[in-house]
């Protein structure tokens, strides 16, 4: 009997010298590649000549049969089958384990939830605060800026390890786990092999980097970086891998057209509520006090051999690809491997917003990357000494500008000048403040410091502001957003240079104000 006659027959069962039972062993994994949230495993399946009937056993029964793909070139398939069986999961208390970090993570999301919450109440009720314009309140609501990018930022990272941890818990199951065994019919004139390619869940990859800045060559190092880790039941032994940035789909919805409708109603009427004014490049701002608390660490070159990468933009995804070969076993051990590294002339200057603090920061600005570079989180080192961490985007502008901490040898001085009593003519009221900042240069080599200053911007016509300064601003906007003022001096060692801004405010006396 051969095989067309016992697939016509519907007859799987084959004498024995038609089947070649094989595991995982004689059909290793040879590539994976990698996407954010899969991976697409390939291996070859050794067959002899002759018709027979082969099976590969061993699998893990995780992913989507439909999605199996299978070529060869002197090899002719008549079907392909597979069946599963359950087998009883390892002894061990890991699903115990996952769920109590994942509650603890849940419960530390929700901690800074209320931080984000407390320190959102505490903002809308400065920005309602109008008398005197302290520079304490200043101080305060930036304070609470600063506590609500912190905590935005822990809360992204929570967020994300609970989503690999829910993932690695899907993967295990609650009692029981299924291995597969494929069956292939085939008729070979002479010994080839059968490319297989399946795509498995809970396997993933990120893009992570790493930014050096060395203050005395004026250079920062970017390596590329990918954090990867699975658990898809089978160890990656001595597999060469690819890395995708693009995002496989189930399921792809068509986009379709839709009808556009326009509406007009009378709202009922509400009460004003009074929310303070948007922090101009508040963004900017936020690292430098937080990376103040950092812990400093040393980074290190010396370690194993990793494969190297090269990256390769496709027509809609960037992939880097290694002919190298690497290990990564099934586990929740996270590893990260470098994909690149590269060096690049910066122009250093360090940035002050005297209104919202008196620490100023150091900047790089490089020249704008290739597209090849993923979102991620870069960790900034500066002179071989951690500052901190923040969120990586590739821009699209002609530079990038990257904060490297807080800069300790500019002095940054606020004197208030401001008279404290509001003049008061008949309906209208009238604020003025006045500030003087001066900015000193405690190094023993010149250095150019950028001062921002954010021109006040009024949502309602009958709130009326006027700015004037002692020195006429170097630019006018800022990466493209108007009234934001921006000086940039030249500063010898031990030189102070001072400048007065001066804000008036004309209001309705019997309204409110806020902002300011």
Do not use: C
């Amino acid at each position: 009997m051969n095989i067309k006659t016992a697939l016509r027959f519907g007859l799987l069962s084959l004498p024995s010298s038609y089947v070649f039972a094989l595991g995982t062993a004689s059909s290793p994994i040879q590539q994976v590649t990698l996407y954010p949230s899969l991976a697409k495993i390939e291996r070859t399946i050794p067959v002899q000549a002759g018709e027979q009937l082969v099976t590969l056993s061993g699998l893990a029964a995780n992913f989507n049969i439909d999605q199996l793909q299978y070529q060869s070139s002197n090899i002719e398939v008549n079907a392909v089958s597979h069946t599963d069986s359950a087998l009883d999961k390892p002894a061990g208390n890991e699903s115990a384990q996952l769920r109590s970090q994942i509650d603890q993570l849940k419960k530390a999301i929700s901690k800074q939830n209320s931080i984000i919450q407390a320190a959102e109440l505490q903002n809308k009720f400065l920005g309602n605060v109008t008398e005197g314009a302290a520079p304490k309140v200043r101080e305060q609501a930036y304070d609470a800026f600063i506590a609500i990018d912190n905590a935005k930022l822990e809360k992204d990272k929570l967020e994300q390890r609970l989503e690999e941890l829910e993932q690695d818990l899907g993967a295990i199951g609650d009692s029981e786990f299924n291995q597969r065994t494929l069956k292939f019919y085939v008729n070979a004139t002479q010994r080839g092999e059968i490319k297989i390619s399946y795509m498995v869940p809970y396997a993933r990859w990120q893009p992570t980097y790493k930014a050096e800045l060395d203050t005395q060559s004026k250079q920062v190092k970017i390596t590329r970086m990918a954090m990867i880790a699975q658990k898809t039941g089978e160890d990656w032994n001595n597999v060469k891998l690819a890395l995708s940035t693009s995002t496989p789909q189930n399921y792809i919805q068509q986009v379709q057209p839709q009808q556009w409708w326009v509406n007009y109603y009378e709202p009922e009427p509400v009460r004003p509520v009074y929310a303070p004014a948007p922090m101009a490049i508040a963004e900017m701002a936020y690292a430098d006090k937080s990376s103040a608390k950092m812990v400093k660490g040393r980074s290190s070159n010396n370690g194993p051999s990793f494969p190297q990468f090269q990256a390769n933009d496709l027509n809609f995804s960037t992939e880097f690809r290694s002919e190298t070969k690497a290990s990564i076993p099934s586990s929740s051990q996270q590893i990260y491997l470098p994909l690149s590294t590269n060096q690049y002339p910066a122009k250093l200057s360090v940035w002050t917003i005297p209104k919202q603090s008196t620490q100023a920061t150091i900047n790089a600005e490089i020249a704008q990357l290739d597209q090849s570079w993923p979102s991620g989180i870069v960790k900034l080192y500066r002179d071989g000494d951690y500052v901190g961490e923040r969120a990586w985007q590739n821009s699209t502008e002609d530079s990038l500008q990257m904060n490297f901490g807080i800069d300790e040898q500019i002095q940054v001085k606020v004197t208030d000048l401001t008279d404290k009593k509001n003049s008061v003519r008949g309906s209208q009221s009238e604020t003025v403040q006045k500030n003087q900042y001066a900015i000193q240069n405690l190094h023993n080599y010149p250095i150019q410091v950028t001062i921002f200053e954010s021109e006040p911007q009024s949502r309602n016509g009958k709130l009326t502001a006027q700015s004037v300064y002692s020195l006429p601003p170097t630019a006018k906007e800022w990466n493209d957003e108007p009234n934001i003022n921006t000086w940039q001096v030249d500063l010898v060692p031990k030189q102070t240079y001072k400048l007065d801004v001066q804000h008036q405010f004309k209001y309705p006396s019997k309204g409110n104000t806020s902002g300011f």
